[in-house]
T-cell receptor
Framework: GAVVSQHPSRVICKSGTSVKIECRSL??????MFWYRQFPKQSLMLMAT?????????EQGVEKDKFLINHASLTLSTLTVTSAHPEDSSFYIC??????????FGPGTRLLVL | AQKITQTQPGMFVQEKEAVTLDCTYD???????LFWYKQPSSGEMIFLIY??????QNATEGRYSLNFQKARKSANLVISASQLGDSAMYFC????????????FGTGTLLAVQP
C-alpha cells in the first residue's frame, strides 16, 4: 500500500513554456500533499504544502505565481511551472500523507528547460 | 529552530556487514517524529523507518533499526547484513513544528556497499 505516482518522469521543454507535473496517491486518500525540489547532490527542499480543496502554503522564497499548485481531489495534486527557464531545471518530487505521520513519495520528475 | 545533521557525506561497507548512519537533531518541541528515507540513483524516496519521540522502544523494520538516544538527540540508522542493493543515498528527516507534518531533511549520506 501507500503508492504515489508522478507523471511525467522526465520532461524537456523550451524556455518560456509551462510544464505540468501530476502527483497521484493510488491506494489511499491524501489529505495533504507536499512538493519538493532537489538539486544535484543536495537534499530535498520543501516548496509548498497543499491540502485538498484549499490554497497551497508556500515556503519562504518560493514564487507562488511561478509554481502553481492545485490539489483538486484527495488523490491528485498538480504542480505547474509557468514560463519555465533553464534555472528551473531540477528534480521535482511530491509526497502524500493521509494525515498520519509518514509521507510517501512519488518517483520524481526530472525537468530540463532548454 | 529545528535542524537535522548528518555528518557523514559518504560511507563504505562490505557486503553482509552492518553499518550505522549517523543523524542528530535539534528541536525544542517535545513531540516530534524522526524518519529515514532511502534514495537510489533512480531518484525515488523510499520510506524505511519511523520513530516517534514518545516511543519507548527503538523502531525496527526488517534489516533496518533506529538507535534512538533521546538525551543525545540522535537517531542513527543501523542496516544489518548489508546487500549490494542497499547502495544509495540515505536521508534522515524530522517532522516540523506544529501540526503541519512538514519534513526537515538532513544533507544525506551516500552509502556504497562493496562486494
Amino acid at each position: 500500500g501507500a503508492v504515489v505516482s508522478q507523471h511525467p518522469s522526465r520532461v524537456i521543454c523550451k524556455s518560456g513554456t509551462s510544464v505540468k507535473i501530476e502527483c497521484r496517491s493510488l491506494d489511499f486518500q491524501a489529505t495533504t500533499m507536499f512538493w519538493y525540489r532537489q538539486f544535484p547532490k543536495q537534499s530535498l527542499m520543501l516548496m509548498a504544502t497543499s491540502n485538498e480543496g484549499s490554497k497551497a502554503t508556500y515556503e519562504q522564497g518560493v514564487e507562488k505565481d511561478k509554481f502553481l499548485i492545485n490539489h483538486a481531489s484527495l488523490t491528485l495534486s498538480t504542480l505547474t511551472v509557468t514560463s519555465a527557464h533553464p534555472e528551473d531545471s531540477s528534480f521535482y518530487i511530491c509526497s502524500a500523507s493521509s494525515g498520519e505521520e509518514t509521507q510517501y513519495f512519488g518517483p520524481g520528475t526530472r525537468l530540463l528547460v532548454l | 529552530a529545528q535542524k537535522i545533521t548528518q555528518t557523514q557525506p559518504g560511507m563504505f561497507v562490505q557486503e553482509k556487514e552492518a553499518v550505522t548512519l549517523d543523524c542528530t537533531y535539534d528541536t525544542s518541541d517535545p513531540s516530534y517524529g524522526l524518519f529515514w528515507y532511502k534514495q537510489p540513483s533512480s531518484g525515488e524516496m523510499i520510506f524505511l523507518i519511523y520513530q516517534g519521540s514518545y516511543d519507548q522502544q527503538n523502531a525496527t523494520e526488517g534489516r533496518y533499526s533506529l538507535n534512538f538516544q533521546k538525551a543525545r538527540k540522535s537517531a542513527n540508522l543501523v542496516i544489518s547484513a548489508s546487500q549490494l542493493g542497499d547502495s544509495a543515498m540515505y536521508f534522515c528527516a524530522m517532522r516540523g513544528p506544529g501540526a503541519t507534518n512538514k519534513l526537515i531533511f538532513g544533507t544525506g549520506t551516500l552509502l556504497a556497499v562493496q562486494p
